[in-house]
């Protein structure tokens, strides 16, 4: 079964640095391309960004560029979203996704979301 | 930057049918991807590429794509169809979310 499983729920401090991961199974992960999608609470969906697990190639969202980074290490099978300095308007839930083939396909398959809660 | 417009709710009675629309400029010349998402669930991909279902979504999901709207179809709404929906395009190597739509069954 293709799953992508994240990591658990986190609860920080501004100013502190966070990585959270999203672990593939059931498929070749160096295949596809895996985004990042974030929903601030009771708001719609916001894109931050892609990655090719194959070679690492990476495009962030403008609004995310420089916010944030998006890796993988394909030899785990896992993605990762990360944070050098959280800010409070950094909470919400994560989601991981992976693209279909096509370059503007949809994401077909989707992890079952991190929540993030920064707060001092 | 792109954007796609959707009204912020649509009813329906239960056993009728739901439309809900997804506007954008000449979004008919790309391609659309709508997915669900019921409360504290993540999405769902429910059509892709306009009016592709996934296997196991039901063939009451149809969807279209012309001009300035795209459109997704429910046809004989059930309760278990009430969530938000998202439409989402391609623009420019960038993922462009739709403001989403809740759909309430009466």
């Known amino acids: 079964e293709v799953q992508l499983v994240q990591s658990g729920a986190e609860v920080k401090k501004p100013g502190e640095s966070l990585k959270i991961s999203c672990k593939a199974s059931g498929y070749s992960f160096t295949t596809y391309w895996i985004g990042w999608v974030r929903q601030m609470p009771g708001k719609g969906l916001d894109w931050m960004g892609i990655i090719y697990p194959a070679d690492s190639d990476t495009r962030y969202s403008p609004s995310f560029q420089g916010q944030v980074t998006i890796s993988a290490d394909k030899s785990i099978s896992t993605a990762y979203l990360q944070w050098s300095s959280l800010k409070a308007s950094d909470t919400a839930m994560y989601y991981c996704a992976r693209r279909g083939f096509g370059e503007v396909d949809a994401y077909h398959i989707w992890g079952q979301g991190t929540m993030v809660t920064v707060s001092s | ?106």
Do not use: M
């Open chain 2, 1 to 106: 930057s792109y954007e796609l417009t959707q009204p912020l709710s649509v009813s329906v009675a239960l056993g009728q049918t739901a439309r809900i629309t997804c506007g954008g400029n000449n979004i008919g010349s790309k391609n659309v991807h709508w997915y669900h998402q019921k409360p504290g669930q993540a999405p769902v991909l429910v059509l892709y590429r306009d009016s592709h279902r996934p296997s196991g979504i039901p063939e009451r999901f149809s969807g279209s794509n012309s001009g300035s709207t795209a459109t997704l179809t429910i046809s004989r709404a059930q309760a278990g169809d009430e969530a938000d929906y998202y439409c989402q395009v391609w623009d420019t190597s960038t993922v462009v979310f739709g403001t989403g739509t809740k759909v309430t069954v009466l």
